[in-house]
């Protein structure tokens, strides 16, 4: 809010604010309070350059490491190492694409304001991976040359806080 309240432009795309955190269930997203879902605190941001709703936009679509690349619910997507999908009408984007691409609209948007009106402008951009669901671009499956170890003894050394099983994709 600072920023927005010194002057400058302030812009946002992604999850600046963890999901669970922040007020939710009014229709209105203004009324709902600071955070997300579905707010990304609407007084820190220049009127309609917040991604408000990034669960709508960017979403952490669900996936199957078992399922096959051109299956929609697969975890290795058919794109690119660029992340663009090579059937947007029917698969799904990765949410880390879409926010990166609103990040990239949103920047050169701040900079033809600056050098119009000389406004400073601060941009966040939240990106959401590594993230469950593991859904990534099905051509890194090549680039991994050996089969992923498993560990099955926890160490003693590691704290218990930081096993955990992520489930339902602990085991891909």
Known sequence: QHFRQSGWLTLSTGKIFHTEEGGSGNADPNLNGPGM???????SWSSGLSMQRVNDVANMWGCSMDARKSDANACAVDAGVDGIVAQ????????????????VLKLRLAAQNLVATGQPFFLAAGFRK??????FP????EMVSADVPKH????????PIAHHDATPQADP
């Open 37 to 43: 879902p579905p707010n990304e605190d609407p007084p």
């Open 88 to 103: 947007p009408n029917t698969t799904k984007q990765l949410c880390d694409r879409v926010i990166a691409d609103d990040a």
């Open 130 to 135: 590594p993230h469950l669901a593991f859904r």
């Open 138 to 141: 099905a051509p890194f499956l």
């Open 152 to 159: 099955g003894t926890l160490s003693p050394a590691i704290p």
